[in-house]
């Protein structure tokens, strides 16, 4: 037996998911006739109260086509150091786009407004201009932290001041609507486009949709088309996002719980901070004298358990659909076995 606890990325379409997909009525989407994908894409719009949406093969892509729209060529964007967006995306911004990036430190990616209003440049002939400013809900390398909605108007405020944009990372932001209890339709408006992935612990296969003003949509699919993600009967697809908008997300509840139950068992041990396990991420925080987090991951993949290894001394732990109650029993005796030394 095997928990995999690497990413709410490895689940596997449920047997209702597979039927949604076996029926889809499809079409060829780059000439805007899937009928699951417009279908998807308005359901998504009208949830988080924007005009439009956009389908698209990732969230990496999703990202990097809403910073796209509000940027020019030597722009920047400004966003929290550990943000997805630079971390992970392979340097997309800039590669594709010749978009600049500036970065600010935040408390485990929870977003400060005045600290992005600090940091903001007009742009003149000797300087290079901010654009857009990028923030994360919920923060990924902040452990599944949910940004205060405070926040997150503040942050509007900055934007609307200084006459630029704002886009999300909301690869998980129906964990923080779970979380917190924000409407989806609350979040929508406090940015200009954001970026929800199905993939992840809503447990579609393949998937984001790019959320924006439909002003936006014609330019937003032909930069998709440029990163090659124009797809035909991608439908199929789609129909799995529907279902696991519909049939998923109030279970993330469930997710929640199962990585509370398991930081719980590893908190009296040190190794992790309950305050900041909100979500459905619980990150462990090994000592300086014990194994790295790479010998650590290793000896819980060898004991039945997968994790992954963020940084030298912190692992990453991911509840979603494809665990149990009883994964989280077998995953919290091999962890804290571990952390016990």
Same mark, same amino acid.
């Given at each position: 037996?095997?928990?995999?606890?690497?990413?709410?990325?490895?689940?596997?379409?449920?047997?209702?998911?597979?039927?949604?997909?076996?029926?889809?009525?499809?079409?060829?989407?780059?000439?805007?006739?899937?009928?699951?994908?417009?279908?998807?894409?308005?359901?998504?719009?009208?949830?988080?109260?924007?005009?439009?949406?956009?389908?698209?093969?990732?969230?990496?892509?999703?990202?990097?086509?809403?910073?796209?729209?509000?940027?020019?060529?030597?722009?920047?964007?400004?966003?929290?150091?550990?943000?997805?967006?630079?971390?992970?995306?392979?340097?997309?911004?800039?590669?594709?786009?010749?978009?600049?990036?500036?970065?600010?430190?935040?408390?485990?990616?929870?977003?400060?407004?005045?600290?992005?209003?600090?940091?903001?440049?007009?742009?003149?002939?000797?300087?290079?201009?901010?654009?857009?400013?990028?923030?994360?809900?919920?923060?990924?390398?902040?452990?599944?932290?949910?940004?205060?909605?405070?926040?997150?108007?503040?942050?509007?405020?900055?934007?609307?001041?200084?006459?630029?944009?704002?886009?999300?990372?909301?690869?998980?932001?129906?964990?923080?609507?779970?979380?917190?209890?924000?409407?989806?339709?609350?979040?929508?408006?406090?940015?200009?486009?954001?970026?929800?992935?199905?993939?992840?612990?809503?447990?579609?296969?393949?998937?984001?949709?790019?959320?924006?003003?439909?002003?936006?949509?014609?330019?937003?699919?032909?930069?998709?088309?440029?990163?090659?993600?124009?797809?035909?009967?991608?439908?199929?697809?789609?129909?799995?996002?529907?279902?696991?908008?519909?049939?998923?997300? *109030?279970?993330? $509840?469930?997710?929640? /719980?199962? @990585?509370?139950? =398991?930081?719980? &068992?590893?908190? %009296?041990?040190? +190794?992790?901070?309950?305050?900041?396990?909100?979500?459905?991420?619980?990150?462990?925080?090994?000592?300086?004298?014990?194994?790295?987090? *790479?010998?650590? $991951?290793?000896?819980? /993949?060898? @004991?039945?358990? =997968?994790?992954? &290894?963020?940084? %030298?001394?912190? +692992?990453?732990?991911?509840?979603?659909?494809?665990?149990?109650?009883?994964?989280?029993?077998?995953?919290?005796?091999?962890?804290?076995?571990?952390?016990?030394?």
């Amino acid at each position: 037996m095997t928990v995999d606890l690497r990413s709410d990325t490895v689940t596997r379409p449920t047997p209702g998911m597979r039927e949604a997909m076996a029926n889809a009525e499809v079409g060829d989407d780059v000439y805007g006739e899937d009928p699951e994908i417009n279908a998807l894409e308005a359901e998504v719009a009208a949830l988080f109260g924007h005009e439009a949406a956009l389908f698209v093969p990732t969230g990496t892509m999703g990202n990097q086509i809403g910073v796209a729209l509000h940027a020019q060529p030597g722009d920047e964007v400004l966003c929290d150091v550990g943000a997805h967006l630079l971390a992970y995306e392979r340097g997309g911004s800039a590669a594709f786009f010749g978009i600049t990036s500036r970065t600010i430190v935040s408390p485990d990616g929870i977003c400060v407004p005045d600290a992005y209003a600090a940091h903001v440049r007009e742009g003149d002939w000797h300087t290079v201009g901010t654009a857009v400013l990028q923030v994360e809900n919920t923060h990924n390398r902040g452990g599944g932290r949910v940004q205060p909605l405070e926040a997150l108007r503040g942050l509007r405020k900055v934007a609307d001041d200084s006459g630029i944009a704002v886009h999300c990372d909301g690869a998980r932001i129906w964990n923080a609507h779970i979380a917190s209890g924000v409407p989806l339709s609350e979040y929508g408006p406090l940015f200009d486009t954001v970026s929800v992935c199905l993939s992840k612990g809503l447990g579609a296969p393949v998937g984001s949709v790019l959320v924006l003003p439909a002003r936006l949509k014609a330019r937003a699919r032909i930069l998709r088309g440029r990163m090659g993600g124009g797809m035909r009967q991608a439908g199929v697809l789609a129909a799995a996002g529907r279902y696991a908008i519909k049939n998923h997300l *109030a279970g993330l $509840a469930d997710d929640h /719980a199962r @990585a509370r139950r =398991l930081a719980e &068992a590893l908190e %009296p041990y040190g +190794v992790v901070d309950l305050a900041q396990v909100e979500t459905n991420l619980v990150m462990i925080n090994l000592s300086q004298s014990g194994p790295d987090s *790479a010998a650590f $991951a290793k000896a819980a /993949a060898d @004991a039945g358990v =997968l994790v992954s &290894a963020m940084d %030298p001394r912190r +692992v990453r732990l991911v509840t979603h659909l494809d665990v149990s109650d009883d994964d989280i029993e077998v995953a919290a005796k091999v962890l804290t076995g571990l952390v016990a030394g």
